[in-house]
């Protein structure tokens, strides 16, 4: 430890700290450059000009987006599938992975190798969407909610961290006369919060963003999430209903581009939001995974 | 198939409460796993959706010789390979770069604000990050611009209606979004590394670079050669939410990937046993691939991907 000497800034940690900036403003920009082009006046955001602020700050954009209907029945129907999808994909899998957690459980191994064929082969999209169809999910909110129950994936995240807990402290409770259940809610889940919440977060940001469910399974407008409708405006240019609403509302024309970006910070919002305090978690999710591999 | 001795099926009674939390599980699976799997069956019918499954006449291997003999089928692999091959070869690297780096910044602080902010596009929805990149991309878009004012074009070039350019949006476009995540493995794995080995190194006279080189990369080969297994096991996939977005009409010659015309023959066309051949195809080369990463990967490192 005497040995080592402290060295100067050399020339190489000045060009890697300028990388290293570099790549933290390209990842910033354009989430700023959205921002203030829907902070923009309607005028400034039609020349399309690269800027650091918003020339004329202006909120017609977003009124637009928050007076849309559909647009802001999808981000109930966003919220409502983000709630409950969480909470029934978090539920379910870690009840299944606290019984395959127990090795002395009666036919582990045949389930286990029943899962773990799932990840090695499966039907894919046609197949799917015929099954969903059958079960008369299509178009239905719950084509957001059981396909998305379990994942194998972190089915084995949670069974590696149920085996981790101690047994003493599940027996101990067992001679007291507690149930699996019990023991489960009581006992396995309140040592368990770190993963919880991982995994929580990965499902909830999964269903908050996912578009793809409801372009295939989602027909009827009331069950469209925000995603999906996001999509449409953005690469189909859907947008031009909204403006001819604007157009009748606020009597200008809003040019189609801060509309658009309006409904992308919307829609990014939460996410950037919440991203600085929960992405400790994530991170430590995908370690779990990474080890279990 | 499990021995049903009595004693056996006594002490399986008598776990009714651990088996009750793991078979609504096994049916799941059975729900939406296997039966689909089962339905890979309709690739040898000619079957409609409204009839029961085995009112559909069985048309043995026919669908199987019409998407062989299909011009866009084989655009699509063309496209899937493309797409993989450029994502692999220029993509795969660039995590371990970025981590190696990462991994020279001394003031922690910094380090981790730059790390932070490096995953966050990988939790934006594809919805935005393409809205993004169809904007500046796009007539008057950043990108033009840009471009312009540097003086590498002298016009405007409409980079996403132009198939020339497809391949290359998609993969900046995806390590614009991944770099940071993909590279916390590697960060990890480097933050692993025993500091001694620097130490003695350092005593032996060793550089910044002959470091990195001889201890950094070297302790970090088993994670960089699963990864690479995966990747290339990964190849016939693409990233469909990322296509289906950044596709149109006039690019689709280069954008269409297997996915992709699975999707468009099957849902958008209704030809849904033809599709279904397609997949089934695609199931089982995706499976030997995986298969054969994971013999690799035994091969080399002493232990399996799963």
């Given amino acids: ?293 | 198939m499990i021995h049903f001795e009595k004693g056996r099926l006594r002490s399986f009674f008598k776990q009714w409460q651990l088996q009750s939390m793991v078979i609504p599980g096994i049916v799941w699976m059975i729900v939406f796993c296997y039966v689909p799997m089962f339905w890979l069956i309709i690739a040898f019918m000619d079957y409609s959706i409204a009839k029961p499954l085995f009112q559909s006449p069985f048309v043995g291997l026919k669908h199987f010789q019409d998407f062989l003999t299909d011009e866009r089928f084989w655009r699509s692999i063309r496209n899937t390979l493309g797409m993989s091959s450029i994502k692999l070869l220029l993509g795969f690297p660039i995590p371990i770069f970025f981590a190696l780096l990462l991994n020279e910044i001394r003031r922690l602080a910094f380090k981790r604000t730059v790390q932070t902010i490096s995953y966050l596009p990988h939790f934006i929805a594809w919805t935005i990050f393409g809205g993004i990149t169809l904007n500046w991309l796009g007539e008057g878009g950043v990108v033009n611009q840009l471009f312009m004012m540097l003086g590498l074009q002298d016009r405007e070039i409409l980079y996403i209606s132009d198939p020339k350019y497809f391949w290359w949006i998609t993969y900046f476009t995806d390590t614009l979004k991944e770099t940071g995540w993909s590279a916390i493995i590697y960060i990890a794995a480097i933050a692993g590394i025993d500091p001694q080995l620097y130490e003695a190194a350092e005593l032996d006279g060793a550089g910044r670079f002959q470091k990195m080189w001889h201890i950094t990369i070297q302790s970090i080969r088993p994670t960089i050669a699963i990864l690479f297994i995966l990747a290339v096991s990964g190849m016939l996939g693409s990233n469909f939410e990322q296509i289906f977005i950044l596709e149109n009409n006039m690019n689709i010659k280069m954008a269409e990937s297997l996915d992709l015309y699975i999707y468009n023959m099957g849902l958008v066309s209704g030809r849904h046993s033809f599709s279904t051949a397609v997949l089934f195809v695609r199931s089982i080369i995706a499976l030997c691939l995986l298969l054969l990463a994971n013999y690799t990967s035994k091969k080399l490192t002493g232990d399996g991907i799963f």
């Avoid at chain 1, 300028?18 to 400034?44: D, G, H």
Wanted: hydrophobic share 55%.
């Fill in chain 1, 1 to 293: 430890m005497i040995l080592k000497k402290r060295r100067r800034f050399s020339l190489f940690e000045a060009v890697n700290t300028i990388i290293m900036i570099a790549i933290c403003f390209i990842t910033l920009y354009p989430f700023w450059f959205v921002l203030i082009n829907s902070l923009n006046s309607p005028e400034q955001a039609m020349l399309g000009t690269v800027n650091w602020f918003p020339e004329q700050f202006s909120l017609a954009s977003y009124s637009v987006v928050f007076n849309d209907k559909a647009l802001m029945h999808g981000f109930l129907v966003t919220i409502l599938r983000t709630i409950v999808g969480t909470l029934v994909h978090v539920l379910f899998t870690a009840i299944v992975a606290y019984g395959m957690s127990k090795k002395y459980l009666i036919g582990q191994k045949v389930y286990m190798r029943i899962a773990l064929i799932t990840m090695l082969f499966s039907g894919g999209l046609i197949p799917s969407f015929i099954l969903m169809t059958k079960l008369g999910l299509y178009d239905h909110f719950l084509v957001f909610i059981i396909p998305a129950m379990y994942t194998f994936f972190n089915m084995v995240i949670f069974m590696s961290f149920f085996r981790t807990i101690p047994t003493s402290l599940e027996e101990s409770a067992k001679v007291d006369g507690a149930s699996d259940y019990q023991v489960l809610f009581r006992i396995v889940f309140p040592n368990s919060m770190a993963v919880l919440a991982t995994i929580s977060l990965f499902s909830a940001v999964y269903h908050w963003n996912d578009y793809y469910q409801g372009v295939i399974y989602i027909y009827s407008q009331e069950n469209l999430p925000m995603q999906t409708i996001l999509y449409k405006i953005v690469a189909e240019n859907a947008v031009s209903f909204m403006q001819q609403q604007a157009m009748a509302q606020f009597g200008a024309r809003l040019p189609s581009n801060s509309i658009k970006f309006a409904s992308m910070m919307v829609a990014t919002l939460p996410i950037l939001l919440f991203y600085p305090f929960i992405q400790r978690y994530l991170v430590k999710g995908v370690m779990i995974g990474a080890i279990k591999g």
